[in-house]
């Protein structure tokens, strides 16, 4: 079971980028993912959130209005659309995932992928 977080890299306030999170060995259907964030002496947050089956979302009040959350369950990947970045987004990025949603609301999902890094910097 592994979860691969991609997209990363630096980006100008305003600017956008995509993350995925594709998984391998298992399917991510039945599952709800979350995004996290972690930036240098901070701790962890949560971001935004799916679930896994009518797609219902959550999104933190930061990013609310700038993020958007979906999923591709054909392609078995999650992706994190994030548009009109700002510097305090820089962070690295993860995503996680569990059958359970109320687990990913409150941080502690089973599986999760290795982060990939955001730095929104002119």
């Known amino acids: 079971v592994q979860l691969q977080a991609s997209g990363g890299g630096l980006v100008q306030p305003g600017g956008s980028l995509r993350l995925s999170c594709a998984a391998s060995g298992f399917t991510l259907d039945y599952y709800a993912i979350g995004w996290f964030r972690q930036a240098p002496g901070k701790e962890r947050e949560g971001v935004s959130y799916i679930s896994s089956n009518r797609g219902a979302t959550y999104y933190a009040d930061s990013v609310k209005g700038r993020f958007t959350i979906s999923r591709d369950n054909a392609k078995n990947t999650v992706y994190l659309q994030m548009n009109s970045l700002k510097p305090e987004d820089t962070a690295v990025y993860y995503c996680?995932?569990?059958?359970?949603?109320?687990?990913?609301?409150?941080?502690?999902?089973?599986?999760w992928g290795q982060g990939t890094q955001v730095t929104v910097s002119s």
């Open positions: 996680a995932a569990d059958l359970r949603f109320d687990t990913i609301m409150v941080g502690t999902p089973r599986y």
